[in-house]
């Protein structure tokens, strides 16, 4: 059985940092991309990064590139996203994705396969 599980979530004050894990199980994610997505209360779910399995990286919204950094460690069969000066509108449930067909468009949450359940991010003003 597959899993996707995320976890770094929680409560933080704008500025601050958080790390978002993905951990997989059941299958290797190693020559697959990996995506986050996230979804606020009222919202589509949003695209925020990719990642291919050689490290090729994509990322969503303007407002998240030069803050947001996705990275992967394949011998964990992990993806990361690094969170860093975090604004009340970052406020959202984090999910993280796997691609398993090869697909090039990696922005759309169709293309993707396999879904975690998702860690809640806060950020208080």
């Known amino acids: 059985q597959v899993q996707l599980v995320e976890s770094g979530g929680g409560l933080v004050q704008a500025g601050g940092s958080l790390r978002l894990s993905c951990t997989a199980s059941?299958?290797?994610?190693?020559?697959?991309?990996m995506g986050w997505f996230r979804q606020a209360p009222g919202k589509e779910r949003e695209f925020v990064a990719a990642?291919?399995?050689?490290?090729?990286?994509?990322y969503g919204e303007q407002s998240v590139t030069g803050r947001f950094t996705i990275s992967r460690d394949n011998a964990k069969n992990t993806v990361y996203l690094q969170m860093n000066s975090l604004k009340p509108e970052d406020t959202a449930v984090y999910y993280c994705?796997?691609?398993?067909?090869?697909?090039?468009?990696?922005?759309?949450?169709?293309?993707?396969?396999?879904w975690g359940q998702g860690t809640q991010v806060t950020v208080s003003s």
């Open positions: 990642i291919t399995w050689n490290g090729g990286r994509t």
């Open positions: 994705a796997a691609e398993i067909n090869g697909s090039y468009y990696l922005r759309g949450p169709d293309v993707y396969d396999y």
């Open positions: 059941g299958r290797t994610f190693s020559r697959d991309s």
